[in-house]
């Protein structure tokens, strides 16, 4: 996953805050379909939400804590 602003939470020297992002996986009428689980960071601007085994096969909303 690729986004803006997850660098909004720097220190005001420019390091980054340690801080866990997080992720979890819905359906269309806000089931959770994934848990929620912390994501991986790439880059500033890149992160990893993995998933785990599912039988789910429709459309699903992704978010970001």
Do not use: W
């Amino acid at each position: 996953m690729t986004g803006m602003l997850f660098d909004q939470f720097k220190n005001s020297n420019g390091t980054t805050k340690d801080i866990d992002y997080k992720c979890r996986y819905k359906d269309k009428e806000g089931n959770v379909i994934i848990e929620e689980r912390n994501m991986t960071k790439i880059s500033d601007m890149e992160y990893v939400c993995a998933t785990s085994p599912t039988n789910y096969t429709g459309e699903a909303i992704i978010e970001v804590n």
